[in-house]
């Protein structure tokens, strides 16, 4: 991360929270087994309560409840910062199924053993622990009353959720925590990267919609106009128009090879004429059978409209998978989605109700309904999986970075097969 970025994010997190540097005022959750990374605000070490080898752990359930348990114990935070969307959901996503034995930590001053927790790292951290049971009771009597707005209860003086990166559908998570633990607190997405390389940073923490100026010194960039064209050419920042979008083509470094990461971008508009762009979809995320190439965002607004239709349903995650990565045990049909999907409030789906996620996609893809018309893909198949499967999906990839939306391994669709409960 350049210290321009961190120094940027600084910047923009103070003038619009102006309590937020508060030393040892911002809890980290972010998982990184390959070592220490570099938190958003690593120029200033001290703005840290978490200790950094508790995110080293190689269980990133581990981590994430280690972290937790810190944070928890600083009841005087300021920020809620996490790597990823996924990694603050999954975190709460603890809080909520395990806030006794949390508590109970927190009142004895200990670190109760876990897997993935070595023994002399569990001494090592539960050392920087004191008993506290004023604030045990506190997480109890919160806990006890509901979760909406947990984040904002648990910690009064909070003033931002900060997320590293999300976009794309990674705005799934970051909405529904605004719908429920963190109610009432803005969620910043402060950095834009794409290869491992950072392009952009929000300036904007309050907005909703995170939009990112691009920084030309970062990386070297240049952009193929979408839709593409038989002749299309790359254009660099200064021939960027408002309202496009546009595919990134990146060079992190000089002496490094060109690479399209399969992010496109729309152009939201120019700030001291450097172009401000909002993240739209991840190329390599499509669902294709036969060439339809449905959109990453635009299945994810037809499966939100079909959850729509089933009364009491929250979309908690959602996966997809083409048939040909099935083989054999997809039988002898045609060629076909199949969608896997963690909800809230509804535990089974009537036939009626998995077929409106098929016409939804009809409704909205007419080039998708012409290929079902004719039976040249069959009907899409709708898994429900039970609580946390997502969770430990996350886990089997191995390295922190954006949830995948189209599994590709045989492995980790063996994984999700093995969590369906409908």
Known sequence: LPAQGSLLYLD??????????????TALLSWAPSGPISPAGWPLPTLYCTPAEAGTLPSRATALRVQLLFALRQRALRVLEAGLATELHDALATLRSEWPTLAQD?????????????????????ALLDPDAARADELRAECAHGFEGIVQR?????????????????????????????KGLPVYCPFYRAAG??????????????RFLL?????????????????SR???????????????VLTARPGEYRCRPGEVLRVAGFHKQCPVVEPVRRESQALSVRGESIPEERFCRSLCRAVGMWPGARLVDYVCVESALLGASSGACAPHYEVFVELRGLRDLSEGQRYKLDQCLQEDFPIYKSFRFKGSIGPLRLHLVGTGAFARLREALG?????PRVLREERLLHLIQSTVIS
């Open 106 to 126: 927190l009142a004895l001053g200990k670190l109760s053993p876990q897997p993935g927790l070595p023994e002399d790292v569990r001494g090592r951290l539960q």
């Open 234 to 248: 790359t254009v660099l920042l200064g021939e960027l128009w408002e309202g496009r979008e546009y595919g990134l």
């Open 399 to 403: 390295s922190p970075r954006l949830m």
């Open 197 to 210: 390389a950072l392009l952009g940073v929000n300036l904007w923490p309050q907005e909703p919609v995170p």
């Open 154 to 182: 648990l910690w009064p003086q909070l003033e931002a959720v900060v997320v590293g990166t999300a976009h794309g559908a990674e705005r799934l998570y970051c909405d529904a925590l605004r719908q429920t633990d963190c």
């Open 215 to 231: 920084c030309p010194d970062w990386a070297f960039c240049e952009f193929l106009p979408r839709p593409a064209e038989e002749d």
């Open 12 to 25: 923009a997190l103070h003038a619009t929270f102006p309590q937020a540097l508060a030393p040892r005022g």
